[in-house]
T-cell receptor
Framework: SQQGEEDPQALSIQEGENATMNCSYK?????LQWYRQNSGRGLVHLIL?????REKHSGRLRVTLDTSKKSSSLLITASRAADTASYFC??????????FGPGTRLSVLP | GAGVSQSPSNKVTEKGKDVELRCDPISGHTALYWYRQSLGQGLEFLIY????????KSGLPSDRFSAERTGGSVSTLTIQRTQQEDSAVYLCASSFTLTYVELFFGEGSRLTVL
């Protein structure tokens, strides 16, 4: 089955810097989503990008999707300490379940 | 309630005991998912429901795991004869339909098997 794999596994940056996380997957997808998880909490949806879209913005978030390379990236601009969390990409295989990658742990240092 | 509710939030049990984890999805959400997350790891898909039916049970780790959903609403995940490797956070999520929409997650049930 397809699976999203985030890269890097962990990322540490200074407040104000940009953070970029990547996600690769294996087979055709319907859409790709990014989620955030604060320590000990459930996941919160950030953004969804459909397979026919190439770029999407939401506030300080920018997501790109390259279906030819089967990859996506999440950019968080002007990071804040409150952005410290784990970030997961999730792909759906046309009506079945959502498959999550292992996540990127982002630490934003004040 | 306004969000996905899971109970218990924490459960400590002895090896060999049975446990039941409950998920109350957002009202009107037809799709319901169960995932398992081990410490510091990603999410492992267990099972999903569309209404009351579960088309895909292949993610359940063993026959000790079962899940049901009644009335298209509340779901129960049951683990029989728990083992230490079952220790994890069990996350439930719901969505309005199967695809094209976001998943709404509960806070999870943390299971510790001693």
């Amino acid at each position: 089955s397809q699976q999203g794999e985030e890269d890097p596994q962990a990322l540490s940056i200074q407040e104000g810097e940009n953070a970029t996380m990547n996600c690769s997957y294996k087979t055709s997808i319907n859409n790709l989503q990014w989620y955030r998880q604060n320590s000990g909490r459930g996941l919160v949806h950030l953004i969804l990008i459909r397979s026919n879209e190439r770029e999407k913005h939401s506030g300080r978030l920018r997501v790109t999707l390259d279906t030819s390379k089967k990859s996506s990236s999440l950019l968080i601009t002007a990071s804040r300490a409150a952005d410290t969390a784990s970030y997961f990409c999730a792909t759906d295989d046309y009506g079945q379940n959502f498959v999550f990658g292992p996540g990127t742990r982002l630490s934003v240092l004040p | 309630g306004a969000g996905v509710s899971q109970s218990p939030s924490n459960k400590v049990t002895e090896k060999g005991k049975d446990v039941e984890l409950r998920c109350d999805p957002i009202s009107g959400h037809t799709a319901l998912y169960w995932y398992r997350q081990s410490l510091g790891q990603g999410l492992e898909f267990l099972i999903y429901f569309q209404g009351n039916s579960a088309p895909d049970k292949s993610g359940l780790p063993s026959d000790r795991f079962s899940a049901e959903r009644t009335g298209g609403s509340v779901s129960t995940l049951t683990i029989q004869r728990t083992q230490q490797e079952d220790s994890a956070v069990y996350l439930c999520a719901s969505s309005f339909t199967l695809t094209y929409v976001e998943l709404f997650f509960g806070e999870g049930s943390r299971l510790t098997v001693l």
